[in-house]
């Protein structure tokens, strides 16, 4: 077998969008010796849901609207996959700053997980997120 991977996928709209894939997923990767986790920004108090669909097979670590890859880190735990429809939330906590490329703006936009389109405020330049 190769190297033991860590992989880690998100639930929001990528696990959640066909849950039977990703099961299957799941249980073929540990069945090879792979460990699967799931981190998700949403909070605990939230996880119901998580803890009955996706829970049953591997562990959630859940960041509280904290970017995925430094929260882990802090555990001490890092993936050598990701598997996310939004990699930005990997790196961004829920309503980080984002920089206008067009014209160098910086502005503290809301920003919501399943919503990639950002309106710069000065020169309304569409920032894709």
Request: glycine share 4%; aromatic share 10%.
């Amino acid at each position: 077998m190769a190297k033991k991977l860590l992989i880690c996928i998100d639930y929001d709209e990528t696990f959640s969008a066909d849950p039977e894939l990703w099961t299957s997923f799941i249980l073929s990767a540990k069945e090879r010796g792979h460990e699967v986790i799931c981190a998700t920004m949403r909070y605990e108090s939230d996880g119901y849901a998580l803890q009955k669909s996706i829970g049953k097979h591997c562990r959630i670590i859940y960041t509280g609207r904290v970017a995925k890859l430094p929260f882990l880190h802090k555990m001490n735990i890092i993936p050598d996959i990701w598997i996310d429809d939004k990699p930005f939330w990997i790196l961004n906590d829920a309503g980080d700053r984002i920089i206008c490329p067009a014209c160098g703006s910086e502005k503290v936009l809301p920003v919501e997980p399943f919503d990639n389109i950002r309106m710069c405020e000065d020169c309304n330049h569409q920032i894709s997120i």
